[in-house]
Structures are given as structure tokens and as C-alpha cells.
């Protein structure tokens, strides 16, 4: 793979996917002259929108509506945008015609000579890199965020950034086609059932997530989460073992074996730090950000900032003001005595529960959404314990209700507004509305922002 941008000049490059990711690759190798070919499978009217971005790129050429066999042979490489999965027929057959078939995340990363950290889990990653940001920068220290599918990796060498550390949040879908990215951290939050319609079995899921150990070596620090027994299975792989491991946990009781070999650990209201020979302390008291994974989120964040330089100081003053990012459990306003949260980031049965582990009683939970094909069951303790009322939306509505409807008084509803309204009407002074879906947004809206804030818009209007 090259490793100079100078030397994509007259390369033939296929791009196969034109959202946001597809886009910024397209202006950056047009940019360094490589030949640009990109095909999507959707017609040019449904991609009218990114078309418009790349007006005046005009030796771009565009295979929109299908791929063609004949394009993807006639290239000298192939790099797939994340949310294409990278089974398709049409893929392994340029592979076995010797074509070279990569992903954004992997062909970009090469690129880039400043440290990378890969953030990646099924839940916590932008937290944890805001939080770690905003470290960075009350410090002094310059940053540069993004990897997700909002901010592709692509677009750091767009803006010509030169930061003192990159970090990049890493998914799964990124991480398929990990042959030689060597981040210089990992942070992996957690590990649970996600993307099993994209994924055939957990097995193959966790095996994407295991590619960013893939090139550790001894100067790799991992920061990793002890509480979660994936991760630490993930740990316990020899070739995670080449390099320096912090843990971090809510466990008072491993306070003396992390300390020991560095890490955090919360003992009541403190985060107990150790990443050099001295053991510090920071205050929790003041932290405004709601539940028990925002703590495990924040350990993984200061053991990172620490770890680059950021100031005992700055990380302390970010613990005290951090408000949290929209969408993830994020309070939305108090009416006739009821709070509603918006959650829509909860696209999985793992962030939903942490959001219920908010809550103790009274909860009116709205969830559905599009059908990943994820077991539910996992949350019929909670549902039973905490949710007053069930309120269940979109293709994913019958799968749920099988699994969770004789735990709460359950309603099956039609559309997103009539559900939200629904909830308004069933809640009494005290209750909680919460929108904590365990799904993508994708069979009624374009994007979890899009269905978080139509939920607000609604709420707002309540009176």
C-alpha cells in the first residue's frame, strides 16, 4: 500500500460508496491527481445531494444505479466507505482477479504520521474521544477528532491538520480491513451484540473488533475495561500482550492490582489514576453527566489525556463541566412533573441498558426501530424492575414485543409521533419518558440525529 500521497498521482482508484465518507475520498485523491472512479449501487436522483458537493470535480467519473464487473477490474485499487459490507459477490470475484480491495479507515490511516489512537467498543466511543478532546485541548494541546462515519479519517488530510494526536473512533466496519493500521493507543469501552444484520454470528463481530490489536507492538498502550469480561477476554490474546495495558474499573476491590500496573479505578467519589510512578487522585462530585458508564467512560478519557500530557488540572475542570452530547441521554425538559431523555444513540440492547441503569423506577420507554436482528432478552430484568410502560415503533416492533412485551404493559404503535404523544398520555408526576430505541434509525429516519431531534421537536411542543 502507498504510503505517500505523492504517489496516488495517476493511480487508478474505484471508490464503492458515495455517503460522506465516499465524498471526502473522492476530493481527496482527486486532489493529489489519482484517476477517481466511484459506483454506488443507488441511482444518481437518491444521490443528488453528495453529487452536488463534488460539483466541479469533472474528472471524477461516477458508475451510480450498479457496479460493473468490467470497472472494478479495470483498477489498481478498490476502497470501500464503512457502510459497505464487504461480502458482496462482486468483491470477492475482483479479489480473486488480483484486484486489491481495502477500506477508507485502512487506506487513510497509512497516510498519516501523527499518532493515531483507535477508540473503538460497541458504545462509548465519541463520548470517550470528546471527552479526551476537550483534556487535550484546556491543556494546550492540539487535537483533531473523527474516524466516525460523521467525520470519515479522510477528512484530516483534507484540512491539512497537523495535531499532536489524532483520535480516531473506530467501528467495527472500519476495522474489516485492518492489515497494517498501528495505532499508537487503543481504547476499547466495551463489548456486546451489535450489527448481527451485518455480522452473521456475535463471533464474527467480535472478530472485526479484534483486527485493532492486530499490529501492537511494545510501545501499543491499551486502555482497557475491566468490568467487561469481552474485553478482557479480548486482553487475555498473546498479541495483545505486546504492549502496556491500563485497566480501568468501577471495582473498588481491584484498586491494589490496577494501581499496581496502572489504570483508574472509582472508589466513591474518586477516579484513582495511576499512568507513571506516582498515583493521583481526581473528584467525581461535581460530574454532570448521568450514569454509571459516563464514570467508566471518563476513566478511559483522563487515562488517555494523562497518558499524552494533557494537565492534572484541565482533566479535572473537563470532569466538572462536561454536559454530555446530544442524543445520548441527553434531558430534554421537565412537563407537568414528567422528564424526558432523548437516547437515540442507544442503537444496540447494551446501550439500552445502561440508559436504564439510570433509573430506578417509573420509566416509559419508547424502542424500535429498524431490525438488526439482536436477541433482546437481555432486558427483561430491567424492563420488569424499571419500565412502567413499553412503547414499541417501527420494523423491529414484533421482534421486540416477543422478547419484552409480557414484562410491562406494552403497546405496538405506528408511527414515531403518535408514540411519543402515546407516552406523554400514559405518564403521571415523577414518571420518565425515555427514547432509548436498541435500534438504527434507518426505517423511518435518515440518521439517529434525525429521530433524536424530531423526539425533542415533539416534546417541546407539550404543554
Given amino acids: 500500500m502507498w504510503k505517500e500521497v505523492a504517489e496516488l498521482k495517476d493511480k487508478k482508484i474505484l471508490i464503492v460508496g458515495l455517503g460522506k465518507t465516499g465524498v471526502s475520498l473522492a476530493k481527496f485523491l482527486t486532489k493529489h491527481e489519482a484517476q477517481v472512479t466511484v459506483t454506488d449501487h443507488k441511482s444518481k436522483p437518491e444521490l443528488s445531494a453528495q453529487l452536488e458537493q463534488l460539483d466541479g470535480y469533472t474528472n471524477i467519473k461516477f458508475e451510480l444505479g450498479s457496479h460493473s464487473p468490467k470497472t472494478f477490474l479495470s483498477q489498481e485499487l478498490v476502497v470501500l466507505s464503512p457502510g459497505v459490507a464487504p461480502h458482496l459477490k462482486i468483491f470477492e470475484y475482483a479479489r480473486q482477479q488480483g484486484i486489491k480491495i481495502t477500506g477508507e479507515f ?38 483533531w477528532v473523527g474516524g466516525s462515519t460523521e467525520v470519515p479519517l479522510t477528512n484530516y488530510l483534507l484540512e491539512d491538520k497537523k495535531a499532536k494526536v489524532v483520535l480516531a473512533e473506530v467501528s467495527s466496519f472500519m476495522l474489516e480491513h485492518a492489515a497494517e493500521f498501528a495505532p499508537a493507543n487503543i481504547v476499547f469501552t466495551n463489548l456486546a451484540e451489535n450489527h448481527l444484520d451485518r455480522y452473521r454470528t456475535m463471533e464474527e463481530y467480535v472478530n472485526a473488533k479484534r483486527r485493532i490489536f492486530k499490529n501492537t507492538n511494545q510501545a501499543t498502550t491499551s486502555i482497557l475495561n475491566a468490568d467487561d469480561n469481552a474485553v478482557v477476554e479480548l486482553a487475555r490474546d498473546p498479541s495483545v500482550q505486546r504492549g502496556r495495558i491500563f485497566y480501568f474499573s468501577r471495582k473498588p476491590a481491584l484498586e491494589p492490582q490496577i494501581m499496581n500496573i496502572g489504570g483508574a479505578v472509582n472508589v466513591g467519589d474518586e477516579l484513582r489514576v495511576r ?30 489525556a494523562r497518558e499524552h500530557g ?44 445502561r440508559a436504564l441503569d439510570c433509573f430506578e423506577e417509573n420509566v416509559i420507554l419508547i424502542a424500535g426501530g429498524k431490525d438488526t436482528n439482536l436477541n433482546y432478552a437481555p432486558l427483561q430484568n430491567m424492563i420488569k424492575r424499571k419500565v412502567k410502560t413499553l412503547i414499541l415503533i417501527g420494523e423491529a416492533k414484533e421482534r421486540i414485543n416477543r422478547d419484552l412485551g409480557d414484562f410491562s404493559e406494552t403497546y405496538l404503535i405506528g408511527t414515531f409521533e403518535e408514540a411519543v404523544l402515546i407516552a406523554y398520555q400514559k405518564s403521571r408526576i415523577a414518571d420518565i419518558v425515555l427514547m432509548s430505541p436498541g435500534c438504527s434509525s434507518f426505517d423511518m429516519f435518515d440518521s439517529y440525529k434525525e429521530r433524536g431531534d424530531y423526539f425533542k421537536e415533539i416534546v417541546k411542543k407539550f404543554k
Fill in 106 to 143: 485502512e487506506f487513510i490511516s497509512g497516510f498519516i504520521k501523527e499518532p493515531i489512537v483507535g477508540i473503538t467498543g460497541t458504545n462509548g466511543k465519541t463520548t470517550v474521544a470528546r471527552l479526551a478532546e476537550e483534556m487535550f485541548k484546556a491543556s494546550g494541546i492540539d487535537v
Fill in 275 to 304: 499512568t507513571g510512578p506516582e498515583i493521583e487522585t481526581f473528584s467525581i462530585k461535581n460530574m454532570k453527566i448521568k450514569g454509571k458508564h459516563s464514570i467508566e467512560n471518563m476513566m478511559a478519557a483522563l487515562l488517555l
Fill in 310 to 353: 494533557a494537565t492534572h488540572e484541565a482533566v479535572q475542570k473537563v470532569i466538572d463541566t462536561f454536559i454530555g452530547l446530544k442524543h445520548r441521554l441527553e434531558y430534554v425538559r421537565k412537563v407537568g412533573g414528567v422528564l424526558f431523555y432523548n437516547d437515540s444513540k442507544a442503537t444496540n440492547v447494551h446501550a439500552v441498558m
